[in-house]
């Protein structure tokens, strides 16, 4: 499993961004992608993922009507859109694979099994 992201870059409050992920080594049917965040100081939260067998997609709430996730399985990609970003949307975001569309787990974050490098979004105000 190989995850790149890219599409991370400064942009003014209530601006709008749009991450990629390119994924290799697996199909969108067998694993779930997702999303995660961290900024610094902070812990890690679980923005958006979306589940290989039926395709529903899940948004944390403090993402929710704002960013959108879509994946393009002919081009072997994954798409965060984020629009009206606030500050504290600054993170590094990373691309994750999984069996599982889950974003925490009793109120901490959950451990997806592959990770990509992450690439920096910043939020100025």
């Known amino acids: 499993v190989q995850l790149v992201e890219s599409g991370g870059g400064l942009v003014q409050a209530g601006g709008s961004l749009t991450l990629s992920c390119a994924a290799s080594?697996?199909?969108?049917?067998?694993?779930?992608v997702g999303w995660f965040r961290q900024a610094p100081g902070k812990e890690r939260e679980g923005v958006s993922c979306?589940?290989?067998?039926?395709?529903?997609?899940k948004y944390a709430d403090s993402v929710k009507g704002r960013f959108t996730l879509s994946r393009d399985a002919a081009k072997k990609t994954v798409y965060l859109q984020m629009t009206r970003l606030k500050p504290e949307d600054t993170a590094v975001y990373y691309c994750?694979?999984?069996?599982?569309?889950?974003?925490?787990?009793?109120?901490?974050?959950?451990?997806?099994?592959?990770w990509g490098q992450g690439t920096q979004v910043t939020v100025s105000a």
């Open positions: 979306i589940r290989s067998v039926d395709g529903r997609i």
């Open positions: 080594g697996f199909s969108f049917d067998d694993l779930a």
């Open positions: 994750t694979a999984d069996d599982l569309c889950r974003l925490q787990v009793h109120g901490a974050p959950y451990e997806a099994d592959s």
